[in-house]
């Protein structure tokens, strides 16, 4: 896969991008993430889809500090890149949790832009019963005791698990030391957003065929889920067995099988 960028709004959207063909993919990463956590999965679709891997805006190697962090900049960030790098024709958009959420409300708002949705442990945002996670989540973020001094130190701090490893793979070396492709603070506002409201009407306004993608041990609360599902009883719904929030770390060829098996209908 190639890197290429797009430009809007004064802000660089770094894009990984390869395959060829009508049948376009668009994966959009989490919070924190980055398009190098879903390049597996994105090599499971190619060559025989057209693949665009999306690092958002704050992320990865697009613009580190946007000024617009609202939910509206991140969707016309994903419509600018479905101009400018395909034919026009619908595609599909794939979105793991907030990715998942920019994810439903291009659906939303763009119907004629999207064929079909997958949300991976996405849902409508909103907080719940689930706190101030925006609050929770930046305190961690500040937490890192950053620049790492090595890959070492870095992953006696994360951990082991396959979101850490995702972190310690995409770690930005540089002269200091190693610090991670996010600011915590932008990751504090971006999450705040999702909280701000659960966009139960754009839900609803979702014409596009939609899968849920789901772990066993994930944080979509089950409420919420049913309430997707009642509101929408076409939608189709997998729980991918034993695995937790980050499904397409943690269980790769589960969360692989269930989407080409999507795509191939």
């Known amino acids: 896969m190639q890197r290429v960028t797009v430009r809007r709004d004064g802000v660089v ?13 668009v994966l959009l990463h989490g919070l924190a993430g980055s ?3 879903l390049v597996p999965t994105a090599e499971a679709l190619l060559p025989e889809h057209h693949v665009i891997v999306v690092d958002q805006r704050g992320h990865g190697y697009s613009t580190r500090r946007p000024r617009d962090l609202s939910r509206r900049a991140y969707v016309e960030d994903v419509v600018a890149v479905v101009a400018e790098l395909t034919s026009g024709a619908p595609v599909t958009i794939v979105g793991q949790s907030m990715g998942g959420h920019t994810a439903l409300l291009v659906a939303a708002g763009y119907p004629e832009l999207v064929r079909r949705l997958v949300l991976l442990e996405g849902g409508v945002g909103g907080r719940d019963d689930r706190g101030d996670y925006p609050a929770k989540l ?3 973020f500040t937490s890192w005791p950053v620049p ?3 890959v070492r ?5 994360l951990g082991d698990t396959p979101i850490a490893e995702a972190w310690l793979r995409d770690l930005d070396r540089r002269p200091d030391g190693l610090w991670p492709r996010f600011e915590p603070e932008v990751m504090r506002t971006a999450i705040a957003a999702v909280a701000a409201r659960a966009c139960w009407d754009e839900w609803q306004q979702v014409k596009a065929p939609t899968l849920l993608v789901r772990g066993e041990h994930g944080i979509i609360p089950a409420a919420e889920v049913r309430r997707m599902v ?3 009883p076409d939608v189709e719904q997998v729980v991918v067995s034993g695995a937790g ?5 943690e269980e790769r060829d ?10 191939s209908r």
């Open 13 to 25: 959207l770094s894009c990984l991008e390869g395959g060829a063909g009508d049948q376009v993919v």
């Open 35 to 37: 398009a190098a956590e």
């Open 138 to 140: 930046g305190d961690f």
């Open 148 to 150: 790492f001094a090595d």
């Open 153 to 157: 130190h870095a992953a006696e701090f």
């Open 230 to 232: 009642s509101l929408r």
């Open 245 to 249: 929030h980050d499904v397409h770390l």
């Open 254 to 263: 589960a969360w692989v099988r269930i989407l080409r098996q999507f795509l």
